[in-house]
């Protein structure tokens, strides 16, 4: 039996297990990666908008994270998998076979990248289908590249792998691009990137790696296949909430709803940072957000 259970170590399950434990609560987090920092594992930039520190990725700012709990007591569980959660009764079963109780859960369970769920796309990943433009467009230079999304993501990896691949054809669902207006002209001026509006990609095809997209265009009378050595998919994010389907309030895409001291729908019951923040997921969000539950756990729990 624990006070608290926090699921997730990203920004704000970190910071909540930070505050939990200054706060005299006993804690246990639980990771389902090998690794915790969440998100941050995958920002290749620079980080400028965290205040407090700069760090040159994600990563180096987890570490920072990472550095500051190390004297914690709160207990850290990685590579676990939940099989099921009774948020009313406070339980946790892990596949494992563990049995948690708690009196307070924290979510913390962030976001992941949208999927297509297409022939292809797990199959081809590291041998074609790549993660970043940033950290990984050099692997796929003077080759021609499909990035498939139309949003500020998509966008911005097409302009990058620009810089290095003869063509890049950009497809999209909508109508219009949603990437902002700053990137949307550099796509437009670019000689190598071509922009399919209203299309949809259908399969990625290739032998050892990718060779080939096929594409559906509006208007178009059948699909098509396109010779591509490269993909990238950027069509969003997710929330993690499948294991808290039916048991507590949420969007129509699932995202938590919260009040303002980040209580959800069931008494004692948490959600902190992405998951509960569709408008404004940031890492300084998340880990305000993760502060603000443990004071409010703590102030419950103490009376
Ligand atoms: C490319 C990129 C660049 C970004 N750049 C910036 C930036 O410059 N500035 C900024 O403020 N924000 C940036 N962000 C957003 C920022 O990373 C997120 O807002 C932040 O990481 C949210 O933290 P979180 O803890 O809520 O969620 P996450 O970081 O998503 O962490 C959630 C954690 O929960 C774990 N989890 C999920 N489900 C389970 C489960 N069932 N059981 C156990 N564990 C689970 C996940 O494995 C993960 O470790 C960027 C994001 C990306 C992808």
């Not at 997730?8 to 930070?18: E, M, T, V």
């Not at 790696?209 to 059948?222: P, S, T």
């Not at 699909?223 to 069509?235: C, E, K, L, N």
């Amino acid at each position: 039996m624990h006070d608290v259970l926090i699921i997730g170590a990203g920004p704000a399950g970190l910071s909540a297990a930070r505050w939990c434990d200054e706060l005299g609560l006993d804690t246990l987090v639980l990771e389902q990666n090998e690794e915790v920092g969440g998100q941050l594992l995958a920002v290749h930039n620079p980080i400028e908008n965290y205040l407090g520190v700069r760090a040159a990725n994600g990563r180096e700012l987890r570490d920072h994270f990472v550095e500051q709990t190390r004297d914690c007591d709160f207990d850290l569980w990685t590579n676990v998998e939940l099989d099921s959660v009774d948020l009313k009764a406070k339980r946790v079963v892990l596949r494992s076979g563990e049995d948690l109780r708690s009196i307070a859960i924290i979510i913390a369970t962030g976001l992941r990248r949208r999927q297509l769920g297409i022939p292809g796309e797990d199959e081809f990943v590291g041998r074609g289908i790549i993660e970043s433009a940033t950290r990984d467009r050099e692997t796929l230079a003077g080759k021609d590249v499909c990035v498939i999304g139309g949003g500020d993501a998509a966008a911005e990896n097409a302009l990058l792998l620009a810089e290095v691949c003869p063509t890049v054809t950009l497809v999209h669902r909508g109508k219009k691009l949603r990437a902002r207006r700053e990137f949307t002209e550099q796509l437009h001026t670019s000689h190598c990137i071509t922009v399919f509006p209203e299309s949809v990609v259908h399969r990625i095809i290739g032998g050892d790696r990718v060779e080939a997209v096929e594409i559906e265009r509006a208007g178009a009378l059948k699909p098509f296949q396109m010779a591509v050595q490269g993909v990238i998919v950027r069509i969003g994010f997710a929330p993690n909430t499948e294991l808290f389907r039916d048991q507590l309030k949420m969007d129509g895409q699932g995202y938590l709803a919260i009040s303002a001291l980040q209580e959800t729908s069931v008494e004692n019951v948490f959600a902190v940072g992405d998951v509960a923040s569709p408008l404004a997921p940031t890492i300084i969000g998340a880990a305000g957000a993760g502060a603000t539950a443990a004071k409010v756990v703590a102030s419950r729990l103490r009376g």
